[in-house]
Nanobody, 117 residues
Framework: QVQLVESGGGLVQPGGSLRLSCAAS????????MSWYRQAPGKERELVAM???????NYADSVRGRFTISRNYAKDTVYLQMNSLKPEDTAVYYC???????????WGKGTLVTVSS
């Protein structure tokens, strides 16, 4: 079992920045990939960024160059630094942990990011 708790969402003006945090607990040592997804109203959930135990990371084209995912292993926390935010970044952001050996995926409850003037 892995428990995930997101924080850091809120209201920000276009061009602003936010940093999301995802605190993980439970069977952290078995987690292979940590990711951030988002779901905007009326749209499907989409992958925003992911990071693997090997240190690799990948980003959606829409956020590459603006968002940065990072992982603090000592604190069992994953971050998503979001810069140059746009109104289209407005969504509920979810943290995901994937355990490849078990084929299991865990989700947090999400944190709302609203980009508006």
């Amino acid at each position: 079992q892995v428990q995930l708790v997101e924080s850091g969402g809120g209201l920000v003006q276009p061009g602003g920045s936010l940093r999301l945090s995802c605190a993980a607990s439970g069977s952290i040592s078995r987690v292979n990939t940590m990711s951030w997804y988002r779901q905007a109203p009326g749209k499907e959930r989409e992958l925003v960024a992911m990071t693997t135990n090997g240190g690799g990371s990948n980003y959606a084209d829409s956020v590459r160059g603006r968002f940065t995912i990072s992982r603090n292993y000592a604190k069992d926390t994953v971050y998503l630094q979001m810069n140059s935010l746009k109104p289209e970044d407005t969504a509920v952001y979810y943290c995901n942990a994937y355990l490849a050996s078990y084929g299991m995926s865990y989700w947090g409850k999400g944190t709302l990011v609203t980009v508006s003037s």
